[in-house]
């Protein structure tokens, strides 16, 4: 690493996008990937369908007790 940077010729928020939208990537442990893989598997659909539909559910299911 450098000491100094030169950031003279440096565009300030070059990429900045208004309204922009990041799809944050969640990370499943080992036990529960592989559950929500055999659901996936079992149902015919995609992985990230399936941890919505099983999310829905449980959100669901909290409002139901609150």
Same mark, same amino acid.
């Given at each position: @690493?450098? *000491?100094?940077?030169?950031?003279?010729?440096?565009?300030?928020?070059?990429?900045?996008?208004?309204?922009? *939208?990041?799809? @944050?990537?969640?990370?499943?442990?080992?036990?529960?990937?592989?559950?929500?893989?055999?659901?996936?598997?079992?149902?015919?659909?995609?992985?990230?369908?399936?941890?919505?539909?099983?999310? *829905?559910?449980? @959100?669901?299911?909290?409002?139901? @007790?609150?």
């Amino acid at each position: @690493m450098r *000491k100094e940077y030169d950031f003279s010729q440096a565009e300030q928020g070059k990429f900045f996008r208004k309204g922009a *939208k990041l799809n @944050m990537p969640v990370y499943l442990d080992k036990h529960t990937l592989s559950f929500v893989q055999g659901v996936a598997r079992r149902r015919g659909i995609d992985l990230s369908t399936a941890v919505n539909e099983i999310l *829905k559910g449980n @959100m669901r299911l909290t409002q139901l @007790m609150e």
